[in-house]
């Protein structure tokens, strides 16, 4: 276009040039500038529109066929019952969402983390000792881990908000004084900002306890969620509704009182959920919940889950008949923390590479499929 252009500037000069003698006072840059908008005009003067006459054919285009999307990532690193479970529907936006580089990359991993006492004697029953707290904390944070807090999760589980690639997501379960935040957490905080989730009971007694988890809630870093109201009763499939709606509404309800906060998880108590229970939570504003069941770490759009009552884990309720992942996330026991660490990373490293492996296939099928309705990816 360019060299055309040239070539037909020149011939218009040369033209010029041979229109019997011109003026001698003819400034040549003026003869110049002419030809060159007449050039200019030639080239941009609109062409006729030929006379459509008939009805136009449209260019055949060969529909592009997406290819097959790739499988949900599954690992030999986890027990054989504990399958990971896909929840987002919309593939097209689980895509979107997972190659926005805006967004966690993938392989993005949490290890959530279940606590109960941390005594400052020996450890009985579900407690671990100080030492053994402070040697997870430290192991963890060596790692290359960091703890993030029940909004972030939320954020992280829907819409793969932005997370650091490996996070902790401690819950405490059940009633504290401060003293044990004081003790236990706030020097991690203080060092590397960590936060603590508290599933805290809802049950409206204690004003005094109330008032100081109150005081740390309002600092911001003890995040409190719901852990049933009279909490004592853990639900089950022979739960009535009423019963599901007093233990979750009530835990909102007192929370709200308390803390001005409205709880968007819930942690089951005595581990203890139903089909029921696991639809009624949404409805009343909870975006995720937990059980006491280790199956091992989450990513976005990817839960362990069991199918079924196993061997290997014999008093884990199985999640998949409860039919959503998001409120039946597991959780490692804090005393088996510190032996899982490695599986967690190995766990995210293998995702990491089946994304790789995949990515080319899955933007294609974006490209083809999605990219018309969803736009392009960020
Ligand atoms: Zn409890």
Same mark, same amino acid.
């Given at each position: ?89 919309? &593939?097209?936006? %689980?895509?979107? =969402?997972?190659?926005? +580089?805006?967004? $966690? *990359?993938?392989?993005? @991993? ?115 969620? &719901?852990?049933? %109201?009279?909490? =004592?009763?853990?639900? +089950?499939?022979? $739960? *009535?509704?009423?019963? @599901? ?134």
């Amino acid at each position: 276009m360019k060299s055309r252009f040239i070539l037909t500037l020149g011939l218009l000069t040369a033209l010029l040039a041979s229109c019997g003698p011109s003026a001698p006072t003819t400034d040549p840059s003026i003869a110049l500038t002419a030809a060159f908008e007449t050039a200019f005009a030639q080239l941009s003067a609109p062409t006729a529109t030929p006379q459509i006459t008939d009805t136009p054919v449209p260019t055949p285009t060969v529909p592009r066929t997406p290819p097959a999307l790739p499988g949900t990532y599954q690992t030999s690193l986890l027990k054989s019952h504990d399958i990971p479970r896909a929840y987002v529907t919309d &593939s097209c936006q %689980y895509l979107k =969402n997972k190659w926005d +580089s805006t967004k $966690s *990359a993938p392989g993005t @991993i949490v290890m959530v983390i279940m606590h109960h006492g941390i005594n400052k004697g020996a450890a009985s029953g579900n407690d671990v000792t100080v030492s053994v707290h402070k040697q997870i904390m430290n192991d963890l944070h060596e790692s290359g881990f960091t703890a993030i807090n029940m909004q972030q999760m939320a954020d992280f589980m829907y819409d793969n908000a932005k997370i650091p690639q490996r996070s902790v997501l401690f819950i405490v379960d059940d009633r504290h004084f401060a003293e044990y935040f004081n003790d236990h957490w706030r020097p991690y905080f203080e060092q590397w900002g960590w936060s603590v989730v508290n599933g805290y009971i809802g049950i409206d007694e204690r004003t005094d306890l109330w008032a100081e988890n109150a005081a740390l809630s309002a600092e911001g870093w003890v995040d409190y969620q &719901s852990h049933g %109201y009279i909490h =004592n009763i853990p639900i +089950s499939e022979g $739960s *009535a509704d009423d019963f @599901i709606i007093s233990e979750m509404q009530g835990a909102i309800n007192s929370i709200q009182k308390y803390m001005n906060k409205t709880p968007i998880g819930y942690i089951w108590p005595g581990g203890g959920f139903s089909r029921r229970a696991v639809e009624i939570g949404p409805t009343l504003g909870y975006k995720l919940a937990f059980t006491v069941n280790q199956r091992g770490p989450v990513m976005y759009n990817w839960i362990p889950q069991a199918d079924a009552v196993n061997a290997s884990n014999p008093l884990a309720i199985p999640e998949t008949p409860a039919g959503n992942p998001l409120m039946t996330i597991p959780r490692y026991w804090s005393a088996n923390v510190r032996e899982n660490i490695g599986n967690v990373i190995a766990i995210g490293d293998e995702a990491i590479a089946y994304a790789e492996q995949n990515k080319g296939v899955e933007l294609e099928y974006y490209d083809i499929v999605c990219a018309p309705a969803y736009g392009p990816i960020p």
